[in-house]
Nanobody, 115 residues
């Protein structure tokens, strides 16, 4: 049974936009944090953005002003709107969900930004 389903990745030109979405199984309860990580070749997996159940948001400095994270607690979904994409945003993006008891990871979705 798939716990997290990601969508929205793809190929886009520099300056373009993409919207990533992640749907967590409704069987996952007591979710605190939902967010997105990314990993580019030769680099460590890094936090892109996260949002708590209460609405507290953290962004990586590199994406502030360009990306917007949001969540729908009733639907157990989290989205990441990515604007003004740059080639350095190219990476595999992973949805991350943290409940009170467990951490869940998506399989990853490729985002490629061409110059």
């Amino acid at each position: 049974q798939v716990q997290l389903v990601e969508s929205g990745g793809g190929l886009v030109q520099a300056g373009g936009s993409l919207r990533l979405s992640c749907a967590a199984s409704t069987s996952i309860v007591s979710i605190n944090l939902m967010g997105w990580y990314r990993q580019a070749p030769g680099k460590q997996r890094e936090l892109v953005a996260s949002i708590s159940r209460s609405g507290l948001i953290v962004y990586a400095d590199s994406v502030k002003g360009r990306f917007t994270i949001s969540r729908d607690n009733a639907k157990n979904t989290v989205a990441l709107r990515m604007n003004s994409l740059k080639p350095e945003d190219t990476a595999v993006y992973y949805c991350n969900v943290q409940s009170r008891a467990e951490t869940y990871w998506g399989q990853g979705t490729q985002v490629t930004v061409s110059s």
